[in-house]
Nanobody, 124 residues
Framework: QVQLVESGGGLVQAGGSLRLSCVAS????????MGWFRQAPGKDREFVAG????????SYADSVKGRFTISRDNSKNTVSLQMNSLKPEDTAVYYC?????????????????WGQGTQVTVSS
């Protein structure tokens, strides 16, 4: 079992920044691919960013490329998502997830464990 706890969400004006963090406990964190997903009201959960266990491979949704940066610190069992130039359409609940697949996957079905989510609201 892996437990994931997100933090860092909040209310920010358009153009602002937030940094989300996710702390993992349980099994060896460094063995997992980590990902961030988000779900806006009335919409399906969507992939935002993912990072391989050595942080060599990173993947981003087209909608966040150039604005969001994913990183991880295996010594602290933490994965982070730096979000800059936020837009109202980034408003959603953001979820941290981990996957035992060897590569970064964008499908939510590829992820085995999920956090409880943290709300991000961007005002216009």
């Amino acid at each position: 079992q892996v437990q994931l706890v997100e933090s860092g969400g909040g209310l920010v004006q358009a153009g602002g920044s937030l940094r989300l963090s996710c702390v993992a406990s349980g099994r060896t964190f460094s063995n997992y691919v980590m990902g961030w997903f988000r779900q806006a009201p009335g919409k399906d959960r969507e992939f935002v960013a993912g990072i391989s266990w050595r942080a060599i491979d990173k993947s981003y949704a087209d909608s966040v490329k150039g604005r969001f940066t994913i990183s991880r610190d295996n010594s602290k069992n933490t994965v982070s998502l730096q979000m800059n130039s936020l837009k109202p359409e980034d408003t959603a609940v953001y979820y941290c997830a981990c996957s035992m697949y060897s590569g970064v996957r964008t499908a939510s079905a590829a992820y085995d464990y999920w956090g409880q989510g943290t709300q991000v609201t961007v005002s216009s």
